[in-house]
Structures are given as structure tokens and as C-alpha cells.
């Protein structure tokens, strides 16, 4: 398989390039390119693998003359234009058992660190100050937790909070009607969902009909005092409607780990003492970057080897 070639585009664990090498894939890693680069290189190369940084347009696509497939290593897509990979016939894989225990553990610490209000109390204690009464928080054991997304991620963080003692309800439109759940989880209608939750966690892809999903009128639905919690994709909240509502009261807080626009720079959301964020670290882990990558290579190898799609985003 030495005449397949790939490119690394974006930053990939060593393993990952080595066991594709050692499959007799032809690797070079060539990090960092610009549009016009990549452009100009990527007819050479039957194979693409990215992680978030590369944008492969449709523009891109309609150079690479050779290319058969494109890998993500990580869950989301957004970087790559999905229609115009399949109008080109190039398969579109990416990898979401990878980060799912990176990213449930993330969502799990939001949820936590929104309770107990611990980055506030940080700060504070940082700047000298000692106000154990403005920091009171709230227990998680008792409390309902709602799951938007009941995939791989969203299983990880809803079986972790059965172990906290917490009510757990789980919503996915995805799931077949009658689907059975697993111990200590209710699944229920979204309405339900959000109007039961004391905290809500998000694990649901950024779609037409996902966008802007929590608005205005959703999140009055809230259970006033609940928070949310964002370790998904950015545009799923509209984050004018939830600066409204924090500012106003009726949500006691969320964190963020992903935004509209990425990077997203200061935002009037960060001017709210009850927002927490991170700069979209749900698969930032040492065991998560190496898992997605390692998958993303199994896939290349058994793609170019022996001809199968695992983990397909498109149909061909």
C-alpha cells in the first residue's frame, strides 16, 4: 500500500502515524498549511487527516483529485464541508468513542464547579478575600439531571450521575420510540426534559435543527434557579437569549465550553459572575488525543486495506 498516500494536516500522536506507516500507508505531516497550500498539495494525496484547525472546504475538495477519504479525529464535522465530500465521492469518517470519557468528565466538572461555585471561589481567594457566605452552593445528590443527547458522550455523563445519586432523565429524538434506558435513567419527551432538569447538560451535534435550540423560549421553560451546561457545539445555544436570561435571574448559571464563534474572544456572558467557561477542552486529554487518533488511523488502515467504512458521516 505504499503508492497510498496520506497527509496529517493537523496535530496527530505519534502512534497514530506510526501504525498507519507500519500498514504500508505512505504519511506525511505536514502541519499548519494555509488554504492556498493545502490547495495546491492535495491532489497528491488519497487520504486527509484532520483534526479542527484544517477547514476542508469545498474548494479544497474540488482539488483533490485523489482523495478518497478524509478523517476526523475527534466527533464533530464542522470543519469539513460534509455535501461537498460526497458530491466528490470522498468518504467522511470521524471518531466519537475516542473523546466521549474526556468530554462526560468535562461536563460532570462543570457541573460540580456551577454547585459549589469553585472558579468563583478561586478568584476570590486569589485576590486575598475570605467569603465563605457568598459562596454558598448547592448538593448534587437529589437532583435531576437532564441529558440532551443520549449518544456516547451523553451515556458516559448520564450513567456517571446515577453513581452521584442524582435523577437522571435523557432525551435523544435519534432514539427509537420504546427504547429501554440503562438502570437509574428516564427517558423522556424534550419539553419534559427541560422543564424537570435542576441542571442540563448538552451532547447533541450542531445542526438545522439544533441551532439556536436553546432560545429565548426554551430556556424561560427552565426550571427557575436550574443551570446549564454546554460541552457540545456553540450555536446549539443562542448566547443572547442566555445572557438574558442569567442577567435576569431566572437561570443560576451556566458553563460553557463552546461557542458560536471559535475562538470566541470577550463576551458580554463573561461579564456574569454565575458563567464558567474553557476554551473548547472537552477532548483535551492526554488518554483522549491519543485515542481519537489511534482511531482515526485503524480506520485509514482498514479503509485503504481492506476495503470497510467504520464510524461513515456520509453515504456514497
Same mark, same amino acid.
Given at each position: 500500500?505504499? *503508492?497510498?498516500?496520506? !497527509?496529517? =494536516? *493537523?496535530?496527530?500522536?505519534? &502512534?497514530?502515524?506510526?501504525?498507519?506507516?507500519?500498514?504500508?500507508?505512505?504519511? *506525511?505531516?505536514?502541519?499548519?498549511? #494555509?488554504?492556498?497550500?493545502?490547495?495546491?498539495?492535495?491532489? %497528491?494525496?488519497?487520504?486527509?487527516?484532520?483534526?479542527?484547525?484544517? $477547514?476542508?472546504?469545498?474548494?479544497?475538495? =474540488? /482539488?483533490?483529485?485523489?482523495?478518497?477519504?478524509?478523517?476526523?479525529?475527534?466527533?464533530?464535522?464542522?470543519?469539513?464541508?460534509?455535501?461537498?465530500?460526497?458530491?466528490?465521492?470522498?468518504?467522511?469518517?470521524?471518531?466519537?468513542?475516542?473523546?466521549?470519557?474526556?468530554?462526560?468528565?468535562?461536563?460532570?466538572?462543570?457541573?460540580?464547579?456551577? %454547585?459549589?461555585?469553585?472558579?468563583?471561589?478561586? &478568584?476570590?481567594?486569589?485576590?486575598?478575600?475570605?467569603?465563605?457566605?457568598?459562596?454558598?452552593?448547592?448538593?448534587?445528590?437529589?437532583?435531576?439531571?437532564?441529558?440532551?443527547?443520549?449518544?456516547?458522550?451523553? /451515556?458516559?455523563?448520564?450513567?456517571? &450521575?446515577?453513581?452521584?445519586?442524582?435523577?437522571?432523565?435523557?432525551?435523544?429524538? !435519534?432514539?427509537?420510540?420504546?427504547?429501554?434506558?440503562?438502570?437509574?435513567?428516564?427517558?423522556?419527551?424534550?419539553?419534559?426534559?427541560?422543564? /424537570?432538569?435542576?441542571?442540563?447538560?448538552?451532547?447533541?451535534? +450542531?445542526?438545522?435543527?439544533? $441551532?439556536?435550540?436553546?432560545?429565548?423560549?426554551?430556556?424561560?421553560?427552565? $426550571?427557575?434557579?436550574?443551570? +446549564?451546561?454546554?460541552?457540545?457545539?456553540?450555536?446549539?445555544?443562542?448566547?443572547?437569549?442566555?445572557?438574558?436570561?442569567?442577567?435576569?435571574?431566572?437561570?443560576?448559571? #451556566?458553563? !460553557?465550553?463552546?461557542?458560536?464563534?471559535?475562538?470566541?474572544?470577550? !463576551?458580554?456572558?463573561?461579564?456574569? *459572575?454565575?458563567?464558567?467557561?474553557?476554551?473548547?477542552?472537552?477532548?483535551?486529554?492526554?488518554?483522549?488525543?491519543?485515542?481519537?487518533?489511534?482511531?482515526?488511523?485503524?480506520?485509514?488502515?482498514?479503509?485503504?486495506?481492506?476495503?470497510?467504512? /467504520?464510524?461513515?458521516?456520509?453515504?456514497?
Amino acid at each position: 500500500m505504499s *503508492d497510498i498516500k496520506v !497527509l496529517v =494536516a *493537523d496535530d496527530l500522536s505519534k &502512534a497514530a502515524v506510526e501504525l498507519m506507516t507500519k500498514a504500508g500507508l505512505s504519511v *506525511d505531516v505536514k502541519v499548519g498549511l #494555509a488554504p492556498a497550500q493545502l490547495g495546491e498539495i492535495i491532489g %497528491a494525496y488519497h487520504g486527509l487527516a484532520v483534526r479542527s484547525a484544517t $477547514k476542508v472546504t469545498a474548494d479544497i475538495l =474540488a /482539488r483533490a483529485s485523489s482523495l478518497k477519504i478524509v478523517g476526523r479525529a475527534g466527533v464533530g464535522v464542522d470543519n469539513i464541508d460534509v455535501k461537498a465530500a460526497t458530491e466528490h465521492k470522498v468518504q467522511v469518517i470521524n471518531t466519537p468513542s475516542g473523546n466521549a470519557v474526556a468530554a462526560g468528565e468535562l461536563a460532570l466538572g462543570f457541573m460540580f464547579a456551577l %454547585a459549589r461555585k469553585i472558579p468563583q471561589a478561586t &478568584a476570590s481567594m486569589k485576590r486575598g478575600e475570605w467569603e465563605k457566605k457568598k459562596f454558598s452552593g448547592v448538593e448534587i445528590t437529589g437532583k435531576t439531571l437532564g441529558v440532551v443527547g443520549f449518544g456516547n458522550i451523553g /451515556r458516559q455523563v448520564a450513567e456517571r &450521575a446515577v453513581g452521584l445519586r442524582m435523577k437522571v432523565l435523557a432525551y435523544d429524538p !435519534l432514539l427509537a420510540p420504546g427504547s429501554a434506558a440503562p438502570a437509574g435513567i428516564e427517558l423522556v419527551s424534550f419539553d419534559d426534559l427541560v422543564g /424537570r432538569s435542576d441542571f442540563i447538560t448538552l451532547h447533541i451535534p +450542531l445542526t438545522a435543527e439544533t $441551532k439556536n435550540l436553546f432560545g429565548t423560549a426554551t430556556l424561560a421553560k427552565m $426550571k427557575k434557579g436550574s443551570y +446549564l451546561i454546554n460541552c457540545a457545539r456553540g450555536g446549539v445555544i443562542d448566547e443572547t437569549a442566555l445572557y438574558e436570561s442569567l442577567k435576569a435571574g431566572h437561570l443560576g448559571g #451556566a458553563a !460553557l465550553d463552546v461557542f458560536e464563534k471559535e475562538p470566541c474572544g470577550p !463576551l458580554p456572558l463573561f461579564e456574569l *459572575d454565575n458563567v464558567i467557561a474553557s476554551p473548547h477542552l472537552g477532548a483535551s486529554t492526554k488518554e483522549a488525543q491519543s485515542k481519537v487518533a489511534v482511531e482515526l488511523a485503524e480506520v485509514f488502515v482498514d479503509f485503504f486495506k481492506n476495503g470497510k467504512v /467504520r464510524n461513515a458521516v456520509n453515504k456514497l
